[in-house]
C-alpha cells in the first residue's frame, strides 16, 4: 500500500502539529494511530493527512507518512 505525504493545513491544530513535526524531527517514517470510527478526530486526522490503512470493529487504523 503507498501513502502520499500531504502537508498539514496551517495551525488546523497546534498540538498535532507539534507532535508530527517532532516525529519528523527524531526520525520517525510513520506515524499510526487507532480511533473509534464515531470520534470526531478522524476528520482533523485525515485533514492532517493521515489515511485509513486498516478497519478493526469500531475502530480505524491510521497512517501518515511523515517521510518520502
Avoid at 505525504?5 to 498540538?15: G, K, N, S, Y
Avoid at 517514517?29 to 485533514?47: F, G, I, P, T
Amino acid at each position: 500500500m503507498r501513502y502520499t505525504i500531504r502537508p498539514m493545513a496551517e495551525a488546523e491544530d497546534p498540538l498535532l502539529e507539534a507532535l508530527l513535526t517532532l516525529l519528523r524531527d527524531s526520525g520517525y517514517e510513520r506515524a499510526s494511530l487507532s480511533m473509534q470510527k464515531a470520534n470526531a478526530a478522524v476528520r482533523l486526522c485525515r485533514r492532517a493527512g493521515f489515511d485509513v490503512w486498516r478497519e478493526n470493529g469500531e475502530e480505524h487504523i491510521m497512517v501518515l507518512r511523515l517521510r518520502a
